[in-house]
Every structure is written in C-alpha cells, then in structure tokens.
C-alpha cells in the first residue's frame, strides 16, 4: 500500500534553511504527482506545493513562493522541500501526500518544523 | 485565489443524530473539483470525499457529498463515536490550492 515517510525536521533559527524528505513506497512514484501540505500548531490546514507526474511543472503557495523549492529524485523515491528563508510563521507539522492528478489522496504522518530564535 | 467559507465553526451533536456541513467558494469551482477530508487529533487527515460526492475507498456510506458551483455539502446521516473530529474542504482545480478553515463536529 501506499505509504510516505517524512524526515528532516527540527529546530531552526528565523533565516535559516531545511531541508525536509519523503520517502515514497507502494506506488509508481516517477508518474505521480506530489504535495507538501502544512498545519500549524492548533490551526487548519495550508497548502504548500505540488509538482505535478512529469516532475517538471511545480505550484506555490503564495507565502513561499521564491523561498521553498519541491524537487524528486525518482532513483530514490524520495520528494524534498527546501525550505530558505525561514520565518517563525513557517512552524507547523509539514505533510507531503500523494496526488492522484491534483486531487490529494494518501497523506503522511507529517514531520514538525518550529522557527524560533 | 479561490477561498472556501465552512460554516458552522462547530457542530454539536449527539451519537445518531445527522449532521450537515457546509462550505462555499469565492467563485464557481470548476469540474466540482472539491474534496473532504476527516481530521482526529495527532492523526493525518483521511480523504472522504472528491469531485464533490464520490466517495473514496473505504469510505462508509453514511458519508455523503453534494454541491456544485459555489456552495458544498457534506452529510454525516447518522453519527458513529469515531465520526467526532475535524473536517476540511479542499479545492484542487486551481493553484494555488485551496482549504477551508475547518468545522468541528464535537459530542453534545
């Protein structure tokens, strides 16, 4: 079955940088398209970034656009989020899931990213 | 930006009763490109519905999905204990992609 795993998380300082991973497994990863979705603490939920099935067309949430960056590795089955830039309101639990054409389908269990000085 | 509109903020309700969730668009969501997700504390959201009324897999059918253009309707027909949780309707037919903030539907 479909599963994805997050890493990568932690404490960082505002203007700082991370780098979050999501190890794909139980599905064709080179022909679907990826999400990063973000909740933070006590709120709904944001989000993020798609890159779509042929790895080349990727969306932005406006508030990090020009500051994070989707990427794949399909050799690796791994989706990543490079994350520049960090500013406190950038502290949630962030999600990567999996997109049947846009539409998001199975989800991880997230992995916490907290900004502060 | 298409923002969706949950109403209520919060649902109380008894085990058995009904409940009806609403959610509406800033504009027409196109090809009723609209998602529900179901959300426990310290759990990832879980998808019930898409294209408006189709439900995933899985999915008991006491869940029901309805709506178009702007205004969507989730229907919970009669509450189960583990129905208690957050919802969250999702529009995904254009970036960026949108969610609404959300009703609780709490034990009365």
């Known amino acids: 079955q479909v599963q994805l795993v997050e890493s990568g998380g932690g404490v960082v300082r505002p203007g700082g940088s991370l780098r979050l991973s999501c190890a794909a497994s139980g599905f064709t990863f080179s022909s679907s398209g990826l999400h990063w979705v973000r909740q933070a603490p006590g709120k709904g939920l944001e989000w993020v970034a798609l890159?779509?099935?042929?790895?080349?067309?990727?969306f932005y949430a406006d508030s990090v656009k020009g500051r994070f960056a989707i990427s794949r590795d399909i050799s690796k089955n791994t989706l990543y989020l490079q994350m520049d830039s960090l500013r406190t309101e950038d502290t949630a639990l962030y999600y990567c899931?999996?997109?049947?054409?846009?539409?998001?389908?199975?989800w991880g269990q997230g992995i916490l990213v907290t900004v502060s000085s | 930006e298409i923002v969706l509109t949950q109403s209520p903020g919060t649902l109380s309700l008894s085990p058995g009763e009904r409940a009806t969730l609403s959610c509406r668009a800033s504009q027409s969501v196109g090809n009723n490109y609209l998602a529900w997700f179901q959300q426990k504390p310290g759990q990832a959201p879980r998808l019930l519905i898409y294209d408006a009324s189709s439900r995933a897999t899985g999915i008991p059918d006491r869940f029901s999905g309805s709506g178009s253009g702007t205004d969507f309707t989730l229907t919970i027909s009669r509450l189960e204990p583990e129905d208690f949780a957050v919802y969250y309707c999702h529009q995904y037919v254009t970036s960026p992609l949108t969610f609404g903030g959300g009703t609780k539907v709490e034990i009365k």
């Open positions: 890159i779509r099935f042929d790895g080349i067309n990727k």
């Open positions: 899931a999996k997109s049947s054409g846009w539409l998001i389908g199975h």
